[in-house]
């Protein structure tokens, strides 16, 4: 089954305790992003990966560190997590080479930062 | 700068009522139109549209894209309380590399 699976689903942690969230995708896609979702302001890009060992920065990067060592793996990684990043987390994927192409999410991570 | 507007970005009708969501957007090099339906967890693709004035229908669910007003809009008919979602509209442009989401319209079908 086609799918992005992400881990934790659930994570409440301490202010500056480094944490990984990782997502992984079996259809061998190119592209693939991290998201964040907050009440009124939808899904906001936080690091795009067009291909291995090629990331960027999104719409709201601070904060937030990724990478992308293969191509089915990517993780978000938050290196001194702050209260303002508590939020729900999005991994999601696609293959940029095709015309036309949908995102496929992951199901996500809530993020609590005490 | 790339931008979705939605709107209404909250709505609360009765089961059977039709809705109309809108999407507006703002695209360097349009590649298509996706709309999502979000529920308690991982946004479900619903609709793709790259052509102005091709319909896109599924049961109760159509939409239609005009590529020279540059918007969008989904229509829900005869709608039922399982319709209860955030309904998100994005945007692929600049050349397939990234998504650009609009902020959601939360959709609240009351029995």
């Known amino acids: 089954e086609a799918q992005v699976t992400q881990n934790p689903r659930y994570l409440i942690t301490v202010t500056g305790k480094k944490l990984t969230v990782t997502c992984s995708q079996n259809?061998?896609?190119?592209?693939m992003s991290w998201y964040r979702q907050d009440p009124g302001l939808g899904l906001r890009q936080i690091y795009y990966?067009?291909?291995?060992?090629?990331?960027d920065k999104g719409d709201v990067p601070e904060g937030y560190k990724v990478s992308r060592k293969e191509k089915r793996n990517f993780p978000l990684i938050l290196e001194s997590p702050s209260p303002n990043q508590t939020s729900l987390y999005f991994c999601?994927?696609?293959?940029?080479?095709?015309?036309?192409?949908?995102?496929?999410f992951g199901q996500g991570t809530r993020l609590t930062v005490v | 700068e790339d931008k979705v507007v939605q709107s209404p970005l909250s709505l609360v009708v009765h089961e059977g009522d039709t809705v109309t969501l809108n999407c507006s957007y703002e695209?360097?090099?349009?590649?298509?139109l996706l709309w999502y339906k979000q529920e308690k967890k991982a946004p479900t693709f619903l609709f793709m549209l790259?052509?102005?004035?091709i319909e896109k229908k599924s049961g109760r669910l159509s939409s239609i894209l005009d590529k020279k007003e540059l918007f969008s809009i989904l229509n829900i008919t005869a709608t039922q309380t399982g319709d209860s979602a955030v309904y998100l509209c994005?945007?692929?442009?600049?050349?397939?590399?990234?998504?650009?989401f609009g902020p959601g319209t939360r959709l609240s079908v009351l029995p």
């Open positions: 790259t052509s102005s004035g």
């Open positions: 259809m061998n896609h190119e592209y």
């Open positions: 999601a994927s696609s293959h940029p080479g095709l015309m036309n192409t949908e995102a496929f």
């Open positions: 990966s067009m291909n291995v060992e090629v990331t």
């Open positions: 994005a945007v692929l442009g600049d050349y397939g590399q990234n998504f650009v």
């Open positions: 695209v360097t090099n349009f590649r298509s």
